[in-house]
T-cell receptor, first 114, second 119 residues
Framework: AQSVTQPDIHITVSEGASLELRCNYSYGATPYLFWYVQSPGQGLQLLLKYFSGDTLVQGIKGFEAEFKRSQSSFNLRKPSVHWSDAAEYFCAVGAGGGADGLTFGKGTHLIIQP | DVKVTQSSRYLVKRTGEKVFLECVQDMDHENMFWYRQDPGLGLRLIYFSYDVKMKEKGDIPEGYSVSREKKERFSLILESASTNQTSMYLC??????????????????FGNGTRLTVT
């Protein structure tokens, strides 16, 4: 069975600074990887996804993520954060097959300091 | 844009009550899911469905059941609500991939959640 680890429960970053959120996965075959963001009181919104091909994927809101098979990682990055980026971020992995749903990490709560 | 609508944003129920959480999607998606979200635990899959009248248990199905009589609607049922079922419940849907990409996971589209409190 697949699993996802997000090592950081909370991260605090100053507005304008760069951001990296860590995600490690466990899965025996090629994983299908996702990052979602949840703003307060909202459902989850897809930021980006990786299925195959280029290991650096671009998403919405200026986010990108890099798939590193050797490290079993899929870290999320943004060069300059905005106060509106404060939210909960979830990494997720899918095993393929479409209908089985995704396995989510426990989330990282991002706090933006002025 | 895909719209996944959960009928209630907030719900307060008493222990032992039968509770229905409703979810409707408007994009003709085959797959629908119910997750619960708890602080420090992330999202955990309760049940999912890949077709009308079909259902599969997720990771934490105990105490829950589901109903999918129509493609667009997926209901989560708490037969006898308990205080440990106080949580945020998230419904999601996704299309079934076609043809050569049938092995990949479609991204999930989420509703805004129902915060259920059982007293």
């Amino acid at each position: 069975a697949q699993s996802v680890t997000q090592p950081d429960i909370h991260i605090t970053v100053s507005e304008g600074a760069s951001l990296e959120l860590r995600c490690n996965y466990s899965y025996g075959a090629t994983p299908y990887l996702f990052w979602y963001v949840q703003s307060p009181g909202q459902g989850l919104q897809l930021l980006l996804k990786y299925f195959s091909g280029d290991t650096l994927v671009q998403g919405i809101k200026g986010f990108e993520a890099e798939f590193k098979r050797s490290q079993s990682s899929f870290n999320l990055r943004k060069p300059s954060v905005h106060w509106s980026d404060a939210a909960e971020y979830f990494c997720a992995v899918g095993a393929g097959g479409g209908a089985d749903g995704l396995t989510f990490g426990k989330g990282t709560h991002l706090i933006i300091q002025p | 844009d895909v719209k996944v609508t959960q009928s209630s944003r907030y719900l307060v129920k008493r222990t032992g009550e039968k509770v229905f959480l409703e979810c409707v999607q408007d994009m003709d998606h085959e797959n629908m899911f119910w997750y619960r979200q708890d602080p420090g635990l992330g999202l955990r899959l309760i049940y999912f469905s890949y077709d009308v009248k079909m259902k599969e248990k997720g990771d934490i199905p105990e105490g829950y059941s589901v109903s999918r009589e129509k493609k667009e609607r997926f209901s989560l049922i708490l037969e006898s609500a308990s205080t440990n079922q106080t949580s945020m419940y998230l419904c999601a849907s996704s299309p079934q991939p076609l043809g050569s990409v049938s092995s990949y996971n479609s991204p999930l589209h989420f509703g805004n959640g129902t915060r259920l409190t059982v007293t």
